[in-house]
């Protein structure tokens, strides 16, 4: 079948010369500017036909381009084969960054459109000064790829829900109040809220309109009194709920009128807004005479460290997690054993099925990466009925997923060895978990960040002049985005903030290892800061492991790990055995008890 992307890329070059545009930019985002997008956002993969969450597209009169990092590069090769783009490697030596590369090739006087509904505030300006040094300039009310997208889908219109009380253990009343505190102290005297994750935590509201993330699409407007207005579609919402917002100050405006009410604020108001977190159109709706405060969404913050409820909710959940997972494994291991005939896809079905019958479950928090053998490599890996793995009774397989809960939000990987593994696989996962390990077993002072705990975990690869090319954590909601700021473990990047792990911070830990064409390695456990001790040096944290699943020990070579590191591994299954145990029986048991047994 003949790819579309050549038809549409000539349909949007004719859209830029009729408006005498140069350069079009097609992020991945939307008015939100969230990871995950609804159908109606995807534009960038419209027009490039690669389906990574992470990509940019440029296109010029004689180029395009699609900008991506090392998780997918050898998906984009394949995906954008015979299309015409070209792809443009991200974070490699001498290679420009797609700001970089359209400052080199946009001429005095020429104009790069990009949607404004596309583009964060903060964004927008970097463009400008970048464009401004070459003579170029901007413009973001042009929405040429959405000018030539005819069979365009529509807006979700799934409906909103109350996040169960019994769950959801701080009320919106309280939210909405330690919110205005915040506002009070930075003297502001409205607050616009465009991130659907800090909505959805802030009004204790979920819904299904980003596929796996429990949010809906909506803006909130905070005043520093005691009202507020949400606005979204009011057909999403039930009477009984609107009533129900109504009594907490909570009003409800159409999602589209957020412009018009902002055009209405006047010289006396103050607006708090987090200008990497709203996009370039709205802030344009925002008249002169106000007074602009620009912070960090203090959602972000308050939402990033988990109540004490919040976390007893989250351990139920990793044990019930834990216990699908187990069974899940098992039959994936008895189907292999008796021969039948399993694909990636099965792994999928068999984890969909244990998962769904779990208490509280809701759906899965991601779509299922199955990777088998060399598929393993592709850190973004998705099978596809068109293209997929069958099995073997030999090598490794890896998975990552996770499921979403009334009680929490899960994400783990494991690497199963299928039967025969070799030497350079075993040493492999071991490296990896040295890793683990490492950053698992830490203690670090109160105020250290991410970025400078990072190197723990990759350690044991460099000693063996080996990296990955992803940040080895990132946050994680209480039922809401499996991916969540404002903290993260990854490579310190200059200019880029520190934010402290604090106490109460659930983070994945999961370094990794990729070699094209053989295999891929990852482990990965979710943990909580914890504070660890006292000293006469200040006060230290640790973190607490939340994750419980075995990891499997045939994948792995004993002989390479220290004392430490094998005691650590050890405490680790005794403690996946006690929590699971009493979940399981029969053949599940026993699977987890011969999983479990010490090195």
């Known amino acids: 079948m003949n790819s579309p992307i050549p038809a549409r890329l000539a349909a949007l070059r004719a859209a830029m010369q009729q408006h005498a545009v140069a350069a079009v930019l097609v992020p991945s985002a ?17 027009l490039s036909g690669f389906t990574g969450s992470a990509g940019t597209l440029i296109v010029t009169a004689d180029h395009a381009g699609l900008w991506t990092d090392s998780r997918y590069f050898a998906q984009a090769e394949q995906q954008l084969a015979g299309s015409g783009i070209a792809l443009m490697k991200l974070r490699v030596p001498h290679a420009a960054e797609h700001l970089g590369w359209l400052q080199q090739h946009l001429r005095e006087s020429d104009v790069l459109a990009v949607a404004g509904d596309s583009v964060a505030l903060t964004t927008q300006r970097q463009i400008e000064r970048r464009l401004a040094e070459a003579g170029a300039s901007l413009r973001v009310d042009l929405d040429l790829p959405g000018a030539i997208w005819l069979d365009r889908p529509a807006l979700p219109q ?13 009320s919106r009343t309280d939210k909405l109040g330690r919110l205005r505190t915040a506002m009070r102290k930075l003297g502001a005297t409205h607050h616009l809220v465009s991130s659907l994750d800090d909505i959805a935590w802030l009004t204790n509201l979920r819904g299904s309109d980003v596929e796996c993330n429990p949010v809906f699409l909506a803006h909130l407007l905070v005043q520093v009194d005691s009202r507020a207005t949400l606005f979204v579609n009011r057909a999403k919402l039930s009477d009984v709920l609107v009533a129900a917002l109504a009594t907490d100050g909570i009003g409800i405006a159409d999602y589209a009128s957020i412009t018009s009410t902002l055009q209405e604020l006047g010289a006396a108001d103050h607006l708090l807004l987090d200008s990497g977190r709203v996009v370039s159109s709205i802030a344009a709706a925002i008249a002169p005479t106000v007074s602009r405060i620009e912070a960090a969404n203090p959602s972000t913050a308050f939402k990033a460290i988990k109540s004490a409820a919040e976390l007893e909710h989250i351990r139920d959940v990793m044990r019930r997690d834990g216990a699908a997972l187990v069974r899940g494994f098992r039959r994936l291991e008895q189907r292999l054993a008796a021969g039948m005939t399993v694909t990636e896809l099965d792994v999928d079905t068999l984890l969909h099925e244990e998962r769904s019958a779990q208490p509280g479950w809701v759906g899965e928090s991601f779509a299922t990466i199955a990777g ?103 946050g994680v909601g209480y039922f809401l985005n499996v991916h969540e700021g404002p903290h993260g473990i990854r490579p310190p990047v200059a200019g880029g903030a520190l934010v402290a792990l604090e106490p109460g911070m659930i983070s994945s830990i999961e370094p990794g290892l990729y070699k094209p064409g053989r295999h891929g390695i990852r482990h990965e456990n979710l943990a909580v800061v914890v504070e660890a001790d006292r000293t006469e040096f200040g006060e230290f944290n640790a973190f607490e492991t939340l994750t419980l699943c075995p990891f499997d020990r045939r994948a792995l070579e004993p002989s390479l790990l220290n004392p430490e590191e094998r005691a650590w591994l050890d405490d680790y299954h005794a403690s996946v055995r006690a929590a699971l145990s009493p979940l399981l029986d029969d053949a599940d048991l026993e699977w987890l008890n011969r999983h479990c047994s010490p090195l």
């Open 372 to 474: 088998y053998q060399a598929n393993g490599a592709l850190p973004h890996y998705r099978a596809t009925p068109e293209s997929h793995s069958t099995l073997q009774a030999e090598g490794l397989l890896l998975i990552d997923s996770g499921g979403q809960y009334l009680g929490g939000t899960t994400d783990i990987t494991r690497v199963l060895a299928l039967g025969e593994t070799t030497p350079e696989q075993r040493r492999d996962a071991t490296l990896v978990m040295k890793g683990m390990i490492a950053l698992s077993r830490a203690r670090f002072p109160k105020g250290a960040s991410g970025p400078q705990l990072d190197a723990l975990a990759r350690a044991p690869l460099w000693a063996c002049g080996m990296d990955y090319g992803h940040g080895t954590g990132h």
């Open 30 to 46: 939307d008015p939100h500017l969230s990871e995950y997008l609804p159908g109606h956002w995807q534009a960038r993969e419209w």
């Open 158 to 170: 799934a409906p909103v829900v109350e996040h169960d009380p019994s769950y959801a253990s701080i």
